[in-house]
């Protein structure tokens, strides 16, 4: 079975920058499709960051598109979110998820992802 472990969170100011990572065991990262969720206290889960399996394609939510970037590493099987210019708005639990949906497209539901990072916290304060 994958398992999924962030780390990288933390706090960080308005305007700084975080780097998120997903270390992925029991598998290889290229037999999935991978995306960055974040839920903040009372909200939904959303869906920031998205590639398919083959890294090719990714999306990005309107509200982090140009500042967030999804990545991979293969040679170390993580998956990493970069986070520039953070907005207190980003303040949330961030959360890295795998797809073996045969569906390539992105965005994928939220219900495609099953195979789940624990999340961290990143938060947002001066």
């Known amino acids: 079975q994958v398992q999924l472990v962030e780390s990288g969170g933390g706090s960080v100011q308005p305007g700084g920058s975080l780097r998120l990572s997903c270390a992925v065991s029991?598998?290889?990262?290229?037999?999935?499709?991978f995306g960055w969720f974040r839920q903040a206290p009372g909200k939904e889960r959303e869906g920031v960051a998205y590639?398919?399996?083959?890294?090719?394609?990714?999306y990005y939510e309107e509200s982090v598109k140009g500042r967030f970037t999804i990545s991979k590493n293969n040679a170390k099987n993580t998956v990493h979110l970069q986070i520039n210019n953070v907005k207190p708005e980003d303040a949330a639990f961030y959360y890295c998820?795998?797809?073996?949906?045969?569906?390539?497209?992105?965005?994928?539901?939220?219900?495609?992802?099953?195979?789940w990072g624990q999340g961290i916290q990143v938060t947002v304060s001066s």
């Open positions: 029991g598998s290889f990262v290229d037999d999935y499709a």
């Open positions: 590639f398919d399996r083959s890294g090719d394609h990714t």
């Open positions: 998820a795998a797809s073996l949906s045969g569906d390539w497209s992105v965005p994928k539901p939220l219900e495609d992802y099953t195979e």
